[in-house]
């Protein structure tokens, strides 16, 4: 029997049908509204927000590395401690590890992670209070940079955007590079490389598993979970790392067990250091006069420098051994100790105590091997081998004695030592006096020199006027403005310890000036070539005027104010020159070989008395004499090269004439050609023509020995 079909009024159909199209529209309109809304919203905070192409262009801040000449680096210029590497050169366990650690659906989610925002939102409102974060790396990433760290909705909400930006313009394993390579480790450290080398002092390419985790713990809480200050912190950190490992399924739950038990060995936090910081901030100076701050500090410059590092940490340690010694014998009341007490004491002044400075320079290519301004960088960044300008004292006469050879004098000719009075503009005079309060009489130029006599020095420039002597003084590479005034033979004028020291190198190089270069080139990057210094050389005076001023510098050495440094074992062919002013307020002692010129300046910042006796050869000439050493410790010196156009003669010490056999003090002597002596002695008138075998001697012509 058919059951009665019930009796459903039409109305209602209707009804349900007006119904549901009501319900379709209202959600059609909440649909166009929360979308408008959400386009609305995205709009407001992108508005701001860079563009897709700026990301695609954008390149991290790189640190600027300066190498020395043998490659070994010497010092980092940065805002962030970065170096970039390519994803392929990580190690597979490190990338593991955070992504395990820091964003397990890395590879899956589109930059934000939906059911992790849920999942921690809950969480957190369970406790009351932020448990759980859930920033996905490209969101990391995004707010790494574009420095973004306030804590706001609206940050997250920029944060999020940028991250779906990011995910469109770039692969997963591009973002994955830029994150390793951006992120921060702490102890300044920025990128999986830079970490590696602070924390474990090796490249990251070296980094076992345990050590990778100690690494990828680090960027949720880089200064708690230090190893340098927080290691227990940091090892409990490495086990939770571990074990994300093992459940992503990236380690077996024994090897996760296996690697927290073991060990590590994290590298000594190390202060940066003093190591050649006055050469360092040299470089600096240079590279930002040339390329600005932003650029030096942010674009990852490749500077390759002419730092020798092995004669730079002999030179530092030589220098402050001997400052510390005459500490000690002066009894000082200024000591570095004493102002590092003070320092420790909370006063904060000016370093008093004595200081020095060091140049060490290639004489062929102007190579500066060493730059030491003083005896700790930290307590004063003043340069006194660029920036102090001190009176060389007799460091100055040689180019006295270089203006009076280009001008036909000898290194045998006769001055007189005896007292002089000069009349000065102002109406004053001047009596120049010996720094042995004693005079000689006649005098050859080189007995002159080698004993560092005043007086003589003082006539050779009354004869030559100061203006010749300056203009070779510029020549061989002095840039001070020199003052036209007699008392310049005595060196008065004030110079640097780096434009004294290049003069003397043209000396050495024979008479061939090459500019002082603390750059050898530079590369971007990318590797491409920025800039390259050549040498550049010029000849200041004749090659056979260098020869003979050298020769007239080797006495100085050997019988001279400088034959301190034989006594302290260096026997090398060597030229040089001490220097003290009259008030015993600076030391100086420059010295070269064909190889290598160097130049030490002691006294105080301020001009204070450094004590009776204190000449170049006490203050100076020892710490030279150490860095001579050190340059030579594995290979002999070579003489120095005698150019065409010398000749020799044997000459009597007394008149500069070829020798009697009655001539008690006598010299092989180096000339000109041309310029050589053709008499004989004269110092006892007629004494010659009377002695038996005279006609022989003169006609067998014995004075050219």
């Not at 340098?228 to 093992?246: I, N, W």
């Not at 050859?444 to 003082?458: E, Q």
């Amino acid at each position: 029997m058919d059951r009665p079909e019930p009796d459903i009024p039409l109305s209602s159909g209707r009804e349900n049908q007006k119904t549901l199209s009501t319900t379709l529209k209202i959600s059609l309109i909440i649909g166009v509204f929360l979308l408008g809304s959400c386009v609305g919203v995205y709009h407001f905070f992108a508005r701001d927000l860079p563009s897709t192409a700026r990301l695609e262009s954008f390149e991290p801040s790189v640190k600027t590395q300066v190498f020395a000449m043998d490659s070994t680096l010497i010092g980092e210029l940065f805002d962030q401690n970065r170096v970039l590497i390519p994803l392929e050169d990580m190690p597979t366990h490190l990338v593991d590890a955070i992504i395990a650690v820091e964003d397990r659906k890395f590879y899956s989610h589109w930059g934000i992670d939906i059911f992790g925002v849920v999942r921690a939102l809950v969480k957190n409102i369970s406790a009351g209070k932020i448990v759980q974060g859930a920033s996905t790396i490209t969101q990391q990433l995004a707010r790494n940079l574009f420095v973004m760290f306030d804590v706001s909705i609206s940050r997250k909400m920029k944060e999020g955007i940028l991250a779906l930006k990011i995910e469109r313009a770039y692969s997963k394993d591009e973002i994955l590079e830029m994150y390793l390579n951006q992120i921060y480790f702490g102890s300044g450290a920025y990128g999986v490389e830079a970490a590696s080398r602070e924390f474990f002092d090796k490249g990251v390419k070296e980094l076992d598993i345990g050590e990778a985790a100690i690494l990828a713990g680090l960027p949720k809480n880089p200064r708690d979970y230090s190893p340098h200050h927080h290691l227990e912190r940091a090892m409990q950190r490495r086990r939770l790392v571990l074990k994300s490992m093992a459940d992503a399924g990236k380690l077996t739950r024994e090897q996760a067990d296996s690697v927290s038990a073991t060990p590590v060995i994290v590298a000594k936090a190390v202060a940066r250091g003093p190591y050649a910081a006055y050469f360092l901030e040299y470089v600096r100076q240079y590279l930002e006069n040339k390329y600005g701050a932003d650029r030096i500090y942010h674009d990852g410059l490749q500077v390759y420098t002419t730092l020798d590092p092995y004669l730079q940490h002999v030179s530092e340690d030589s220098m402050e051994t001997h400052m510390i010694r005459i500490e000690t014998s002066r009894h000082y009341e200024n000591t570095r100790r004493a102002f590092e007490d003070s320092l420790d004491a909370g006063y904060s002044n000016r370093p008093a105590y004595i200081q020095s400075a060091i140049v060490v320079l290639d004489p062929l290519t102007g190579y500066i091997r060493v730059m030491v301004g003083g005896r700790n960088f930290r307590h004063s960044k003043f340069n006194r081998a660029t920036q102090a300008k001190r009176q060389p004292g007799s460091a100055f006469k040689p180019f006295i004695y270089v203006s009076a050879l280009q001008n036909g004098y000898t290194p045998a000719d006769v001055v007189l030592d005896a007292p002089i009075v000069l009349d000065l503009p102002n109406g004053d005079v001047w009596k120049p006096r010996n720094f042995s309060e004693k005079f000689a009489g006649e005098v050859t130029l080189r007995y002159a020199l080698k004993k560092s006599i005043n007086v003589p020095a003082v006539r050779v420039l009354l004869s030559l006027g100061p203006e010749s002597a300056i203009n070779y003084a510029h020549k061989l590479g002095i840039k001070s403005r020199l003052r036209s005034v007699y008392s310049l033979a005595l060196g008065t004028s004030e110079v640097t310890l780096l434009e004294l020291t290049s003069a003397y190198g043209t000396l050495a190089a024979g008479g061939i000036r090459a500019e002082p270069i603390a750059v050898r080139y530079v590369v971007d990057r990318n590797g491409k070539m920025v800039e390259e210094n050549r040498v550049y050389r010029e000849e200041a005076i004749d090659p056979q005027t260098a020869f003979m001023i050298t020769n007239m510098l080797e006495s100085v050495m050997n019988e001279g104010t400088g034959r301190g440094a034989r006594l302290m074992g260096f026997n090398e062919p060597v030229a040089g020159k001490t220097g003290t002013t009259d008030d015993y307020t600076d030391a100086w002692f420059v010295g070269y070989t064909p190889e290598i010129v160097v130049g030490v300046w002691t006294g105080f910042d301020e001009k204070v008395f450094l004590g009776r006796g204190m000449t170049g050869a006490r203050a100076s000439l020892p710490t030279w004499t150490e860095v001579m050493k050190a340059h030579y410790r594995d290979h002999p010196g070579d003489a120095f090269d005698e150019p065409e156009g010398i000749v020799h003669r044997v000459v009597c010490e007394d008149s500069g004439l070829l020798t009697l056999p009655t001539c008690t003090r006598v010299r092989r002597e180096v000339f000109i050609e041309g310029t050589e002596p053709r008499r004989h002695c004269d110092r006892e008138a007629g004494f010659m023509e009377a002695m038996p075998g005279y006609n022989e001697y003169n006609n067998n012509g014995w004075g050219d020995r």
